[in-house]
């Protein structure tokens, strides 16, 4: 059974940082693409982040990008997201999502969720 | 990046009623097209990809259409175990992007 938990979430400061870890298990984990995707209060869903299984390949949101790292250890079936620069905006669930091959393709298992509160 | 619309927000609907969700895409997703099922308090269920195969075990009640930008989601017989949120999602170019969603109640 694929199971996913994520930890890491919070309440910080705007400007702050935070680090998301997604615990995997339950499937061949370095096979498999990665993604983190969020949801802010009324919002869509929004990927925010991607890596390819080999972990050669990142993709970021515009509205990340320079502020965010995706990364994950093969050896540990762990997933990270590193939030720096945190900011209001940035207020979601965040979900911990696994992709049906090794390449960025389509989500078959997610997450239950950490909530991060940008806020002063 | 390539926006997604789906249209309505919300419909209400009666159980057996055929029903119809549509979703545009900004610029063409070739078959790219994804449909996701969000039931509440459940996170999101992927159950049609490349715009129309339905994912094994799925219900055949539920279809997926459309080409290009313009795409449709129909359930020919709402069941009440249906009521649920349903996301269409382009994975043709990064970043890859929701629609906001259509909420489906019971009338």
């Known amino acids: 059974e694929v199971q996913l938990l994520e930890s890491g979430g919070g309440l910080v400061q705007p400007g702050g940082s935070l680090r998301l870890s997604c615990a995997a298990s339950g499937f061949t984990f370095s096979s498999y693409a990665m993604a983190w995707v969020r949801q802010a209060p009324g919002k869509s869903l929004e990927w925010v982040s991607a890596?390819?299984?080999?972990?050669?390949?990142?993709y970021y949101a515009d509205s990340v990008k320079g502020r965010f790292t995706i990364s994950r250890d093969n050896s540990r079936n762990i997933l990270y997201l590193q939030m720096n620069n945190l900011r209001a905006e940035d207020t979601a669930i965040y979900y911990c999502?696994?992709?049906?091959?090794?390449?960025?393709?389509?989500?078959?298992?997610w997450g239950q969720g950490t909530l991060v509160t940008v806020s002063s | 990046e390539i926006a997604m619309t789906q249209s309505p927000a919300t419909l209400s609907v009666s159980p057996g009623e055929r029903v119809t969700l549509s979703c545009r895409a900004s610029?063409?997703?070739?078959?790219?097209l994804a449909w996701y099922q969000r039931k509440p308090g459940q996170t999101p269920r992927i159950f049609i990809y490349?715009?129309?195969t339905r994912v094994t075990g799925f219900p055949d009640r539920f279809s997926g259409s459309g080409s290009g930008t313009e795409f449709t989601l129909t359930i020919s017989s709402l069941q009440s175990e249906d009521i649920a949120i349903y996301y269409c999602q382009q994975y043709h170019n990064w970043p890859y992007t929701f629609g906001q969603g259509t909420k489906l109640e019971i009338k």
């Open positions: 490349n715009i129309f």
């Open positions: 999502a696994k992709d049906d091959v090794g390449v960025v393709n389509l989500i078959d298992y």
């Open positions: 610029q063409s997703v070739s078959n790219k």
């Open positions: 890596i390819t299984g080999s972990g050669d390949t990142t």
